[in-house]
């Protein structure tokens, strides 16, 4: 089982994607919105990688991503 559980809706006005730590149900990744448009616009992400379960790369690809543009 993961530790991680994505949860994510990208066709709403205001889109979200958050990568949330089974246990504690604390939120590690959280982008929604514009935020989220930007990385769907430019390639970052792609809605296609969340159609079947998240794999752990997925989880690690979001958390690098996060941390990159957190820098």
């Known amino acids: 089982m993961m530790t991680y559980m994505i949860d ?3 066709e709403r ?3 979200y994607l958050r990568v ?11 982008w929604q919105g514009d935020a989220l448009n930007r990385r769907l616009q430019n390639g970052a992400i ?3 990688d969340f159609e079947e379960s998240p794999s ?14 957190q820098e």
Request: aromatic content about 8%; hydrophobic content about 45%.
């Open 8 to 10: 994510a809706w990208f």
């Open 13 to 15: 006005n205001n889109p």
């Open 20 to 30: 949330i730590h089974r246990s504690t149900g604390v939120p590690i990744v959280n």
């Open 46 to 48: 792609c809605v296609e």
């Open 56 to 69: 752990q790369e997925l989880v690690k690809e979001l958390f690098l991503l996060d941390c990159l543009e």
